[in-house]
């Protein structure tokens, strides 16, 4: 917002890798910008892997009421730098710049006296851009840090991140994990070990924790994070939420062995003190 609003400043670019939340970004600045008189108005085009320049001035001379009469792509940009020479607060953003893009050759220009008048631009790519392009001002999207990933999801959920049955629901899935690829899980195995581990709060009989867990496992299924089983008390997990399960047990001290070998490893290391749980491989005896 500071680079928007100061006059020295014509040319913007926004980077960071795809996904990160550039173009959400941009969209937020331009509001905020409008709501701020910043500009009179702000137009956002969407470049793309493969650049059409007819598509991008035409979308630029819409907003603008402006019609291009002229065939060739030079001569629509004359048109367009033209007509851009009479606005003296207009923000345009192009999204997505993934090749070099001579604007000039495209016509969207501001002259040095066009003070406030931006362009905004997003890339994946932190190079891309030509140097004739005067880019004056650069800011990267990084990912967002683990504790603001947390601040973000718990924004979006409300408090059920703090409520119990949720965390409940949770360990409850990485016990699934600690069982072996595409096997089986039987609800008593469940019960039995949710109890044994004290995951059921204010849970004191076997048949309580009986409906606690199947209680659970329906929530789990509703999100698609458990699948039935082959038999009734019976669910499974499906390879890709075994894999992520698996691996967040391990940042819990929850380890699953698939083979011996793995597991005198780690008798070796002496990694498995501390540990909160461990599943070992069939038929394995130390």
């Given amino acids: 917002m500071e680079a928007l609003g100061d006059g020295n400043i014509g040319m913007i670019r926004v980077y960071g890798m795809d996904g990160a939340g550039k173009t959400t970004l941009v969209k937020e600045i331009a509001r905020v910008a409008l709501d701020q008189k910043l500009f009179n108005d702000a137009v956002l085009v969407t470049v ?24 060739s792509i030079f001569g629509k940009a004359l048109g367009l730098r033209n007509r851009l020479r009479d606005e003296n607060r207009l923000l345009i953003i192009l999204n997505d710049v993934c090749k070099e893009l001579n604007l000039l050759d495209v016509g969207i220009f501001f002259e040095s006296d066009q003070k406030g008048c931006k362009i905004l631009l997003t890339s994946r790519f932190k190079q891309v ?55 089986n ?18 849970v004191y009989t076997l048949d309580e924790a009986r409906d606690k867990v199947y209680s659970l496992v ?14 009734y ?19 819990n001290y929850m380890y699953s062995f698939r083979n011996v070998v793995e597991v005198e490893e780690c008798q070796r290391r002496k ?15 130390d």
């Fill in 185 to 202: 899980i039987e609800m008593e195995y469940l019960m039995r070990y949710g109890m044994g581990w004290d995951m059921f709060k204010h």
């Fill in 218 to 231: 329906d929530q789990l299924k509703d999100r698609s994070l458990l699948l039935d089983g082959d038999n």
């Fill in 129 to 183: 851009l030509h140097n004739d392009m005067r880019i004056e001002k650069n800011f990267v999207i990084s990912l967002l840090s683990e504790d603001e990933e947390w601040e973000w999801c718990s924004h979006i959920v409300g408090d059920l991140v703090n409520n119990s049955d949720f965390q409940e629901a949770k360990s409850l899935l990485l016990l699934c994990g600690l069982q072996e690829e595409d096997g």
């Fill in 48 to 71: 793309s892997k493969t650049p059409n320049f007819e598509k991008i001035q035409q979308e630029v001379a819409d907003k603008l009421g402006l019609v291009l009469n002229e065939k």
């Fill in 271 to 285: 990694t498995l003190e501390g540990s909160k749980a461990i599943s070992l491989p069939n038929g394995y005896v």
């Fill in 233 to 251: 008390g019976i669910v499974k997990m499906h390879d890709v939420i075994w894999d992520v399960a698996i691996s967040i047990a391990k940042e």
